[in-house]
Nanobody
């Protein structure tokens, strides 16, 4: 019913920038909170940044001042601008969203398939 598809990952040198994008599609009625998580090899998935429908944002301490999350509700998209990237930012990045569909009365959590970000010289 709902699909989230990330794009924008890749290989970047330390200090570089990337912009991740996540597009939600399907029988969407409304989208609530959206966010980005990441999982590095051998580590647990961790939250990177979240944004509410009202636009309030929260960030992991490790990315504050370097990453910025934003959303475009007209296009059902969420973005993650990543600047001053470090090797420790290397991970698979996943977007997530709470979505009400045209057939549900409650918002359910959906996840994308992930996009690889590698920071290396």
């Amino acid at each position: 019913q709902v699909q989230l598809v990330e794009s924008g990952g890749g290989l970047v040198q330390p200090g570089g920038s990337l912009r991740l994008s996540c597009a939600a599609s399907g029988t969407i009625s409304s989208i609530g909170a959206m966010g980005w998580y990441r999982q590095a090899p051998g580590k647990q998935r961790e939250v990177v940044a979240t944004i509410t429908r009202a636009g309030s944002t929260n960030y992991a301490d490790s990315v504050k001042g370097r990453f910025a999350i934003s959303r475009d509700d007209a296009r059902n998209r969420v973005y993650l601008q990543m600047n001053s990237l470090k090797p420790e930012d290397t991970a698979v990045y996943y977007c997530t969203a709470y979505v009400k569909t045209t057939t549900t009365t409650v918002a359910l959590s959906y996840w994308g398939q992930g996009t690889q970000v590698t920071v290396s010289s």
